[in-house]
């Protein structure tokens, strides 16, 4: 199984603040990474695809890069609405795997 | 709009059995695979099981193989999970999920609202 490892577990941020989450995938995933926020007591909800695609209707201060192994999700400015766990996930190949998870709290 | 609508979910005992299901709508069911996804309470996200359009092909996480079978009627749109043999470590919240294209295999953009799942005695 891929073994997705996310950092920070959690974050303190302020609106404004420019924020990066890393995962690092346990082998070569060829860019079949994905990113989802997820709020309390909702269903996640997909922001980037295939490791910088932006999903339909997520606003442009969220981009994902890539290099080797190492993915990351940056939130250029962040804002009030963005404070939620963010989650990295493969889609390479079955298991599909989630990173642990980052919280971004104020 | 797409809809997913779970239903199912239950206090049961360990080793008891439950089946979950999905009701889809909003969108041509039989072109898309399906999944479902769990959570337990206070933890990160699990994919657990796969369907392919067809009904053909299945996936499982290796913990609930043997256990769990996932299934799907496209006649009534509905996505199913047959779980058997349940134990503490699958309480969770149960989400079921839409690829985000045909073809676009573990990659979900539609989610439902989720279902608890609670094993306990």
């Known amino acids: 199984d891929i073994q997705m490892t996310q950092s920070p577990s959690s974050l303190s941020a302020s609106v404004g603040d420019r924020v990066t989450i890393t995962c690092r995938a346990s082998q070569h995933i060829s860019s079949y990474l994905n990113w989802y926020q997820q709020k309390p007591g909702t269903a996640p909800k997909l922001l980037i695809y295939?490791?910088?695609s932006l999903q339909s209707g997520v606003p442009s201060r969220f981009s994902g890069s890539e290099s080797g192994t190492d993915y990351s999700l940056t939130i250029s400015s962040l804002q009030s609405e963005d404070f939620a766990t963010y989650y990295c996930q493969q889609n390479y190949s079955p298991p599909w795997t989630f990173g642990q998870g980052t919280k971004v709290e104020v | 709009e797409v809809q997913l609508v779970e239903s199912g979910g239950d206090l049961v005992q360990p080793g008891g059995s439950l089946r979950l299901s999905c009701a889809a709508s909003?969108?041509?069911?039989?072109?898309?695979?399906m999944n479902w996804v769990r959570q337990a309470p206070g933890k990160g996200l699990e994919w657990v099981a796969y369907v392919s359009n067809t009904n053909t092909t299945m996936y499982y996480v290796d913990s609930v193989k043997g256990r769990f079978t996932i299934s799907r009627d496209n006649a009534k749109n509905s996505l199913y999970l047959q779980m058997t043999r349940l134990r503490d470590e699958d309480t969770a919240v149960y989400y079921c999920?839409?690829?985000?294209?045909?073809?676009?295999?573990?990659?979900?953009?539609?989610w439902g609202q989720g279902t608890l799942v609670t094993v306990s005695s």
């Open positions: 999920a839409r690829d985000r294209n045909y073809g676009d295999y573990g990659r979900w953009n539609y």
């Open positions: 909003g969108f041509t069911f039989s072109s898309y695979s």
């Open positions: 295939a490791a910088s």
